[in-house]
């Protein structure tokens, strides 16, 4: 079972970036769609930036032009790259296929305060 590990969450003031990273236990890059989702508490699960395996992006309309996401295969691993944060980002931040398939990681928490 493919396990998938989050990193990079923390605290940063409103305008702040923040880098995350997802590693996978298998070479996965090249066989499924990835995504970033997020989910805060009593909130749904959310799809916020996806990369198809030819490396074609789709973002959501709250995080266009702040978000961005990539994968480097060789290294089993997908990057949300988020510039400008805002409060409401503040949530917690999950990756997994796009449709998800596997095992939920732990997240990486991401609080966005002044």
């Known amino acids: 079972q493919v396990q998938l590990v989050e990193s990079g969450g923390g605290k940063v003031q409103p305008g702040g970036s923040l880098r995350l990273s997802c590693v996978a236990s298998?070479?996965?890059?090249?066989?499924?769609?990835m995504g970033w989702y997020r989910q805060g508490p009593g909130k749904q699960r959310e799809l916020v930036a996806r990369?198809?395996?030819?490396?074609?992006?789709r973002y959501a309309d709250s995080v266009k032009g702040r978000f961005t996401i990539s994968r480097d295969g060789a290294k089993n691993t997908v990057y949300l790259q988020m510039n400008n944060l805002k409060p409401e980002d503040t949530d917690a931040y999950y990756c997994?296929?796009?449709?998800?398939?596997?095992?939920w990681g732990p997240g990486t928490q991401v609080t966005v305060s002044s």
């Open positions: 997994n296929s796009e449709p998800s398939v596997f095992l």
């Open positions: 298998e070479s996965i890059s090249s066989l499924y769609a």
């Open positions: 990369i198809s395996t030819d490396g074609r992006t």
